[in-house]
């Protein structure tokens, strides 16, 4: 049995499968996480995404579902950030509207912020690559790789897969960093991990199933060369979050 958390789904023309994504959560939620809360943040969507999200928070449930809504569309890290500052919960979490990871994964990394070993814990797909079922294309796999390597390059940061959209924060320790952050696209991950080893937090890499779905929101060329150049400005930028718990 888990803890209960706040989870947050960015959402970005996800009318065709957010439906089943949040019925999927609720469910496991319900029956591990009791009192647990769902955030889901249409992210200026053009589909009938959020009409979705509010009919499935029509329904009774045990576990709250809220809307949060970005008119127009600002990107998945501002989607994101928005979510977890909404946070009721001493743990939250977020992933993708396609449960790439499923959802059965959570205790690997809502765990051991319970437990208290950690105050970020965040999937990976580069740790154990037996643990990948359906795989990326080969060209966006052999991206991801060579954009993980030059993020360890630029920036220090010693993990794998600051990609993989499955974290856990404990929010007490996380929510100043959270704050803090500037970049609203993809590039948002590598920065709360860079504000978080600066400030000195503990961060855990983890290894997690997970499954190719078609529909990614990531464009290979334009956005990792967006995501390059966010990653990038993070080197000039030299600031220290104190560490506060």
């Not at 897969?161 to 856990?168: E, I, R, S, V, W």
Request: proline content about 5%.
């Amino acid at each position: 049995m888990l803890p209960a958390i706040s989870v947050v789904i960015p959402a970005f023309n996800e009318a065709v499968r957010i439906g089943d994504t949040l019925a999927t959560t609720i469910a496991y939620l319900e029956k591990e996480s009791p009192g647990s809360e769902v955030i889901v943040i249409n992210d200026g969507s053009t589909d009938a995404t959020g009409e979705v999200i509010r009919k499935v928070a029509a329904v009774p449930s045990a576990v709250a579902i809220r809307l949060l809504e970005n008119f127009p569309n600002r990107g998945k890290g501002a989607a994101v950030r928005s979510g977890l500052l909404s946070a009721t919960k001493p743990i939250a979490v977020f992933f993708d509207a396609d449960l790439s990871t499923p959802i059965d994964e959570l205790p690997k990394i809502v765990e051991p912020i319970a437990r208290g070993e950690v105050d970020i814990a965040f999937g990976s797909r580069a740790l154990n690559r037996k643990l990948i079922g359906n795989r990326q294309p080969w060209r966006r796999e052999q991206g991801g790789r060579v954009f993980n390597l030059l993020v360890r390059v630029a920036t220090g940061l010693p993990f794998w897969d600051t990609q993989c959209g499955f974290k856990a924060f404990r929010m007490e320790a996380c929510r100043q960093i959270i704050e803090a952050a500037k970049i609203i696209g993809f590039g948002f991950d590598v920065e709360l991990l860079l504000l978080a080893q600066r400030a000195g937090l503990r961060l855990k890499e983890i290894p997690v199933r997970w499954n190719h779905h078609e529909g990614s929101k990531v464009r290979l060329i334009q956005d990792s060369v967006r995501m390059l150049r966010e990653v990038l400005s993070l080197r000039s930028n030299n600031s220290v979050i104190p560490k506060g718990v």
